[in-house]
């Protein structure tokens, strides 16, 4: 994998699509996530393509590709929903977009992605990740550049907001 870090940071184009490959599925699952909309989530894992592309020199040597371009997607997804645009559409795109790999009660589902609209970004981005994407703590930290304790600290108040806002109380 050294070998091809090394060629992904000198400008290889081949190395670079090799390198983001295993992690494009992952990316547009957080997206959808973060967008509920899979056609902006496809739109914002290109424009993070494009953007990790063109920031190459600011991947730390050693440091693995995956989180560093899971964190720019985070970022995309973001920026994409403070836009505009997005707001004059509205929070949650269209009905079906429902979370990846999840079934269930459709009224349930539309309670549960509008609770997570409401949520603020950092509490969905760690919710997203660790739930739908099924990243351990450790990995989830690394994407939102915190330590794995202050990542648990974030996902447990996330899942209490969460929890809240559907008001549900503690089990």
């Known amino acids: 994998m050294a070998a091809r870090c090394v060629d992904v940071r000198e400008r290889d184009v081949e190395a670079f699509e090799a390198a983001l490959a295993p992690v494009i599925d992952k990316a547009h699952r957080l997206a959808t996530a973060m967008l509920h909309d899979p056609a902006a989530a496809e739109d914002a894992v ?58 269930g009660d459709v009224e349930r589902s539309r309670d549960m992605l509008d ?24 990995e989830v930290a690394a994407v939102v550049g915190a330590s794995p304790a202050a990542t648990k600290a974030r996902l447990y108040r996330a899942v209490e907001r969460l929890r809240a806002r559907l008001g549900e109380g503690r089990p």
């Open 46 to 103: 290109q424009e993070a393509s494009i953007k990790a592309w063109r920031k190459l020199d600011h991947l730390h040597e050693g440091a693995e590709l995956g989180p560093w371009f899971l964190g720019i997607v985070a970022n995309e997804c973001r920026t994409t929903l403070r836009s505009r645009w997005r707001r004059s559409v509205g929070p949650l795109g269209s009905d079906d977009a429902v979370a990846p790999g999840r079934t």
């Open 115 to 138: 609770a997570l609209a409401a949520l603020r970004h950092k509490d969905r981005l760690v919710i997203a990740l660790h739930y739908w994407l099924d990243m351990p703590v450790e």
